[in-house]
């Protein structure tokens, strides 16, 4: 039988910046796409919301492979998501860079139940795609498939615990969501952000007397209009929040697979971030929380004369071959050094902000050196367009209810995005710490490259007055604060998995 001959692994043989891509599920819509459909009643058959859609996952996706070690991939959308399976339909250039991804675990597909690659599944597939899944295995013959694990037992534990129990404690724990983050991450006002915390009791409630939740039947309850299947994505905004609701739902299903291994969410730009989950007591799996202060000393030792000349990266067809043979060049193996170097042993870069500043000035550097190379792949004078690209270092710490970001670029700044949530304000809390290398211009982050890592954790004492305080010393060491024009869900983003979510 195909697909006989691959390596059956688990969590731990995985590489150490190893991602699931949010933009492969089906449902995922960017949300200016979503608003528009919701605005104009249109369902994700409909021509022009499918040709949008997929050019957009088609950019995420490769983005992620040319952005992380390995990309997981669920097994059934190979057979029935059109922007994968397409690379492997037909003969040519993308089928034999698919192939080879395949066969090098760099493409790894991950089985949630089923025991083979080409088992006979339950979920509906396209038949051009089923029948060149099993021929591009028959090819392949060899690469690495994941499940949680290969003891049936086992795997259906795991399953349940970290998959399905995971996504229906998310909707129960929606009661507690803070107002304060709501009208930051949906740009709402007070007013607005009271009335989605009482429809977020209402998911509470609904989901309290069911025993366990799949997404189709709570998107049949909140989201889609009645009598629809939710695979056709009917979103009905006549149910207050529809898309709102949507967003949060789909956020939480596709991080728990990616906790549940250990390794990293990929959020797309154009999507809600993972902070809106609002994880009061989500810890990251690497080293210790840093204080503000060792945060802002780190932050005072990165350069702040990059070298930020715009580039000619052009862009415009790029396919999946492009990506392979980048991933063979010397410019990507020195950046994922350097990536893994700057995540390795968060503690020491608080304790050493020298070693901060190298390291992700390595990281900008080698990247920048990538996307070099990868325009010169594509071709971009044979394609007559080029894409011009400014790229900018930008760290943001994010805590309940708002985000400051310090933004490297040729007038280095801060932009502060909502406010401290009342919930944390006089308690002790953790703040995440992003790293990114982003386009200047965020308009365009679903057309550029960018690459994006959760770095470490800040920990407050008490923390509004710590937070204000940050600011403050900010400002104080020469970041004049400016209007935001950066928001946190215009990047695609590596969400640090959570620590307790991994399998044990």
């Known amino acids: 039988m195909p697909g006989e001959e691959f390596n059956k692994i688990v969590n731990c043989d995985l590489e150490p910046v190893a991602v699931v891509a949010q933009c492969l599920d089906n449902q995922w819509v960017p949300q200016e796409l979503l608003g528009s459909m919701l605005e104009g009643g249109r369902s994700l058959r409909d021509a022009k919301v499918a040709g949008a859609r997929l050019q957009a996952v088609r950019h995420e996706y490769l ?99 970290k998959l399905k129990d995971s996504f229906h404690d998310q909707l129960l724990s929606m009661a507690r969501f803070r107002a304060e983050s709501l009208m930051r991450d949906f740009n709402l006002d007070e007013e607005g952000a009271r009335l989605l915390k009482a429809r977020l009791r209402d998911v509470s409630r609904w989901a309290v007397d069911k025993e366990s939740v799949v997404r189709e039947e709570f998107y049949r ?154 325009g010169g792949i594509v071709g971009a004078r044979r394609a007559g367009v080029a894409d011009r690209w400014q790229p900018i270092i930008k760290m943001s710490i994010h805590t309940l209810g708002s985000v400051v970001s310090v933004v490297f670029g040729e007038e280095p700044c801060i932009e502060v995005v909502g406010q401290v949530a009342d919930s944390v304000a006089a308690t002790a809390s953790k703040g995440v710490v992003r ?39 900010m400002q104080e060491a020469g970041f004049p604060r400016r209007a935001a024009v950066h928001r946190p869900e215009e990047e695609a983003t590596l969400n640090a998995p959570d620590e307790n979510g991994g399998i044990g």
């Open 63 to 161: 983005r992620a492979i040319l952005n992380a070690q390995q990309v997981i991939v669920n097994r059934a959308f190979f057979l029935n998501n059109q922007a994968v399976y397409q690379d492997f339909q037909h003969g040519g250039a993308s089928r034999d860079a698919f192939k080879e991804l395949l066969r090098d675990a760099v493409i790894v597909p991950y089985l949630y139940r089923e025991t083979t690659l080409v088992a006979d599944q339950e979920f509906t597939v396209q038949s051009e795609g089923e029948r060149a899944w099993r021929e591009i295995v028959a090819d392949a013959g060899t690469g690495s498939c994941l499940r949680l694990s290969w003891d049936e037992d086992e795997n259906t534990r795991l399953t349940d615990l």
């Open 221 to 374: 309850e909140f989201v889609v209009a009645e009598g629809t299947d939710p695979a056709e994505g009917t979103y009905d905004r006549s149910k207050p929040f529809a898309g709102e609701l949507k967003q949060l739902a789909d956020l939480k299903y596709n991080t728990s697979l990616s906790d549940a291994v250990g390794r990293y969410p990929l959020t797309p730009a154009d999507s809600l971030d993972r902070t809106a989950l609002q994880e009061l007591d989500r810890a990251l799996s690497r080293g210790t929380a840093v204080s503000a202060d060792e945060l802002v000393r780190m932050l005072q030792q990165q350069a702040f004369a990059l070298v930020q000349n715009p580039l000619d990266v052009g862009l415009t067809g790029l396919d999946l071959d492009h990506v392979r043979q980048a991933r063979g060049t010397d410019e990507w193996r020195l950046y994922k050094d350097s990536l893994l170097r700057l995540l390795r042993e968060p503690e020491l870069l608080s304790g050493t902000p020298e070693a901060f500043r190298d390291r992700s000035q390595d990281v900008y550097d080698r990247y920048v050196s990538l996307a070099e190379r990868l």
């Open 435 to 473: 790293f990114a290398v982003v386009g200047r211009d965020q308009r365009r982050a679903r057309k550029q490259l960018e690459t994006s890592v959760d770095l470490m954790q800040v920990k407050f004492d008490r923390t509004r007055d710590e937070w204000d305080g940050l600011i403050r010393r």
